[in-house]
């Protein structure tokens, strides 16, 4: 989430303006723990979300998350 963070800020964005993340999990029983650090980088709204458990993301991690976002201009 600081990676997504760092990238939208460098773009002229913030958290503020994700729409919608997918949370892919390595173990769909790490939902909770996954989902108790993803809200700390909402305190100003929740965006949409859906997440799924697949057979192996990439360097083994636990979980990948893909956001959408937008930039004001």
Known sequence: MKNIQSVLERNGSSMDN???C???LADINDW????AE???FFPN???ARSAF???GLALG???EIECVAY???
């Open 53 to 55: 458990a697949t057979t």
């Open 22 to 24: 997918t949370c892919m």
């Open 71 to 73: 930039v004001k201009k």
């Open 45 to 47: 709204h929740k965006p």
């Open 32 to 35: 909770a723990q996954m989902s």
């Open 38 to 40: 993803y809200i700390k």
């Open 18 to 20: 994700i729409i919608k």
């Open 61 to 63: 991690a636990r979980v």
